[in-house]
């Protein structure tokens, strides 16, 4: 591309032949060209390596890039290493965006001099659709804007934000390897640390599809599931580790309360799990009867704990 394009679009994919097509017809549609889409193929073992290598022949703003299965950080980051755009932002190929969303967060970026912008989405389910709303109010300190990310008041995922590419490097931001669930949160929450410019469209424009991909590790819940969870909360705290913030309470909360529903660990497993954050479910912002639900179960007492709740 002979010049900077004004935004990148960094689209990890694997396995989504079923659905990609959507994703790619509506970021084909936008109404800011100027440009350029990567897709990452991370090891498909579907037709997605060569629908990929289909789209980039029809439209010169698109790159392809093909790497062996490194899971999702891993694929993020290689989008984020290939940007040439001013701004970039992520989109995830079961999902679609509004064909004026670059062009609008763009404007908002330019008007604002702002070096994150963050909008609304929605979240598709099969009988209705569900808008979610950040809630940032008025301050949009990076400060304030962690304090709101780790309180669940603003989405943890980049497909919302549209970031100054250079940021990544200046700050030496990088997904981390192998964490495969809420790697984009932990980007975030970095981001939200440093000295930066921040916006908010007040305006859905992204679609979340809660439907169409259900291998994914947000859809399903497994022993796996768990370790990806509490691997993210680790890595939370040493990035928040020295920080003056609101802490980790209402995210490990919600990591344990989410294992209790679905009931996968024994009486002494929950507790071995859970018992070190039992004050932190107490410090937590959810309804007074799940935290002590929760303390108690990390107490060892599941069995009671189940008969109040």
């Not at 962690?146 to 490097?169: E, F």
């Not at 790697?183 to 939200?192: N, P, S, T």
């Not at 819940?221 to 705290?237: A, H």
């Not at 990035?239 to 002494?268: F, M, P, W």
Request: aromatic fraction near 10%; charge should be neutral.
């Amino acid at each position: 591309m002979a010049t900077q394009p004004l935004i990148s679009v960094i689209v990890p994919i694997y396995n989504a032949e079923g659905y990609l097509e959507r994703c790619m017809k509506s970021l084909l549609s936008q109404t800011l060209s100027d440009i350029e889409i990567i897709l990452v193929d991370d090891g498909s073992t579907d037709n997605s390596g060569v629908m990929c290598e289909r789209y980039a022949q029809q439209d010169d703003r698109i790159s392809v890039f093909h790497q062996p299965n490194s899971g999702v950080a891993a694929t993020r980051q290689r989008g984020v290493d290939m940007a040439q755009g001013l701004y970039s932002i992520h989109v995830d190929p079961d999902d679609w965006v509004e064909p004026t969303m670059l062009e609008e967060l763009y404007s908002k970026a330019m008007e604002s001099d702002a070096d994150m912008v963050i909008c609304n989405f929605v979240a598709v389910y099969p009988k209705k659709n569900k808008l979610s709303i950040q809630k940032i109010g008025d301050d949009l300190s990076p400060k304030a804007c962690l304090n709101k990310l780790l309180q669940n008041k603003i989405h943890g995922s980049l497909c919302t934000k549209l970031i100054r590419t250079a940021l990544y490097r200046k700050f030496d931001i990088r997904f981390i390897a192998g964490l495969n669930y809420c790697e984009d949160y932990i980007v975030c929450a970095k981001m939200f640390m440093q000295d930066i410019k921040i916006a908010y469209h007040d305006k859905a424009l992204y679609y979340y599809d809660q439907i169409v991909n259900n291998h994914s590790i947000t859809r399903k819940y497994t022993l796996d599931t768990l370790r990806q969870r509490m691997r993210f909360v680790k890595e939370l705290q040493k990035v928040l580790e020295g920080v003056e913030c609101v802490g980790i309470s209402d995210t490990i909360t919600n990591v344990a309360l989410e294992c209790y529903k679905h009931r996968i660990l024994s009486s002494v497993e929950f507790a071995d799990t859970f018992e070190a954050y039992r004050d932190d479910f107490m410090r937590s912002n959810y309804k007074y009867k799940y935290r002590i639900v929760l303390r108690m179960a990390a107490s060892g007492y599941q069995a009671i704990a189940r008969m109040i709740s």
